[in-house]
């Protein structure tokens, strides 16, 4: 029996040290990095979560029987409820439509009849697919969102916002659109520091959302009290920070993207009250990169260009300055990070938009006029799952899989937090000490702690009561029967 036993755990060690291997050998080939942050900001490199799986370029296309031709600067792209891809081929002022295999052009539009008129586009610049299966576009030139049924027939025109709250000779460019359940448009407009626009399913305009509030200190507000007017030119403008990207989730809340300048907060979630509910976790950092100390142009805080909401909880955010990619959870975890420039695939030029489409993420490169595909890896989807576990509730189902976590990459704080959390969820307080201690949860240690105190003075409270009545009796019998025994006889007692 003995002999088998450790037979098994040679094979467990073995198998440890192969996975080990196997994931080492497989980031060297990788043309990033791949790493996370500790509780202390120290850089970890990690295992690769997800790995380049090849691109597609409009040249490799073709469409009713001819050459698609190459993409031109391409801005966005989304995928459909069926699970069709839309890619907005700005340059080429078209849409073009793929399967989910990313392999067959279903469709390409290049005009609509509206009015009895025929209609094109003009650097169509976003695109999104309504729940209710229409199509929106940002239509950037011609100042218009264009909205048509999936078959490429004209429904409406989202255009010309009237209000009080619009500058005067306030020209429309809308840059990216999202619909929520009720077709509600939120769109994100060029020189649009306000908010993002919000119109009615009618395409009414009827004002700003998730305004971000920007914070003057007390001696700037001084400054500009006591200084010039030429000195006030000078100064600094104070604007709201312009978004980026934007996602509607299945529940109606907008994640919204800014390229923020501090580095600490670039994505918010928007209730329909338009107010930031989003959970910044532990670190209260959702900006990308905590450190960026690079010299030259990659110098500076991350600057995220768009959004992607995924599913339970988890989004991604794409970053233009490194090329990295950025996911968290509904907690404000950071999950991992992957990604960066270059010309080798799975690096980017100029990254502009991001999705999600099964296991896959997708990546929009309007330089490279591709789109680059990334698979997740075993890391990439034990992490996905017991994060969309603990989402769901299931903390103790979800141990298995940080266990497969931790077998890959042993300094993975998220992992240990998690077993420690489903410990104490399971009244295990010793072991959940153990591991929330290595996962670095402050707040949960805490709560681990003072259970298993709790639970230490309950098992152990009649040994210290009879402990703490024989004290109390030898003291009355020393005082009131041996002392006076002792010093009766000529001794000395203390």
């Not at 003995?2 to 080990?20: D, F, M, N, P, S």
């Not at 040249?59 to 600067?73: D, E, I, S, V, Y």
């Not at 509607?248 to 107010?275: C, H, I, M, W």
């Amino acid at each position: 029996m003995k002999t088998r036993k450790r037979r098994l755990l040679a094979l467990c060690l073995l198998l440890a040290v192969c996975l080990t291997a196997v994931c080492a050998q497989a980031n060297d080939s990788l043309p990033y990095d791949c790493y996370n942050y500790d509780h202390w900001n120290n850089i970890l490199y990690t295992p690769a979560p997800y790995v380049p799986d090849g691109s597609v370029s409009g040249a490799a296309l073709t469409w009713q029987g001819a050459p698609l031709g190459a993409f031109r600067t391409p801005q966005d792209l989304c995928v459909s409820p069926d699970g069709d891809l839309y890619l907005a081929d700005t340059g080429n002022n078209r849409i073009v439509v793929l399967s989910g295999d990313l392999k067959t052009v279903k469709q390409v539009i290049t005009g609509f009849e509206a009015n009895g008129k025929a209609e094109t586009f003009s650097a169509p610049y976003g695109v999104a697919v309504s729940q209710n299966r229409q199509l929106y576009i940002a239509d950037s030139q011609n100042h218009r969102i264009v909205v048509l049924e999936l078959d490429g027939s004209f429904v409406k025109y989202v255009q010309n916002p009237q209000s009080e709250v619009l500058d005067e000779g306030f020209v429309f460019t809308p840059w990216k659109v999202s619909v929520d359940y009720a077709d509600r448009v939120y769109c994100v407009a060029q020189n649009m520091f306000q908010g993002i626009m919000v119109f009615t399913a009618e395409g009414d305009f009827t004002g700003f959302f998730g305004t971000i509030s920007v914070k003057i200190s007390l001696w700037d507000k001084f400054w500009r009290k006591i200084a010039t007017k030429e000195e006030r030119s000078k100064q600094q403008l104070f604007i709201p920070t312009e978004f980026t990207g934007i996602d509607v989730d299945d529940e109606g809340f907008v994640y919204a993207s800014s390229k923020d300048t501090d580095g600490l907060q670039a994505v918010r979630r928007l209730n329909p009250r338009g107010e930031d509910v989003i959970r910044k976790g532990p670190m209260e950092n959702l900006g990308g990169d905590r450190v960026f100390g690079q010299a030259g142009n990659y110098a500076g805080p991350s600057q995220i260009v768009d959004v992607v909401y995924r599913d339970h909880g988890i989004y991604s955010l794409l970053d233009l300055l490194r090329g990295r990619i950025f996911t968290y959870d509904h907690e404000g975890n950071l999950l991992y990070i992957f990604g960066g420039k270059g010309s080798q695939e799975g690096t980017f030029r100029t990254p502009a938009a991001i999705e999600s489409i099964g296991n896959h993420l997708l990546v929009l490169d309007s330089q490279q006029a591709n789109v680059m595909i990334f698979t997740e890896t075993e890391y990439g989807r034990l992490i996905n799952e017991a994060v969309a576990l603990r989402y769901d509730g299931d903390e103790s189902e979800a141990v298995a899989l940080w266990e497969g976590v931790l077998r890959l990459d042993e300094n993975n704080e998220l992992a240990n937090s998690g077993i420690g959390k489903a410990y104490l969820s399971a009244g295990d307080n010793e072991k959940a000490l153990i591991y929330l201690r290595r996962g670095m949860n402050r707040a949960y240690y805490s709560v681990a702690y003072k259970r298993w105190r709790n639970d230490a003075l309950r098992d152990n409270i009649s040994w210290v009561l009879s402990a703490v009545i024989a004290l109390v009796v030898l003291g009355v019998v020393w005082k009131k029967l041996i002392r006076p025994r002792i010093a009766a006889r000529g001794g000395k007692a203390t």
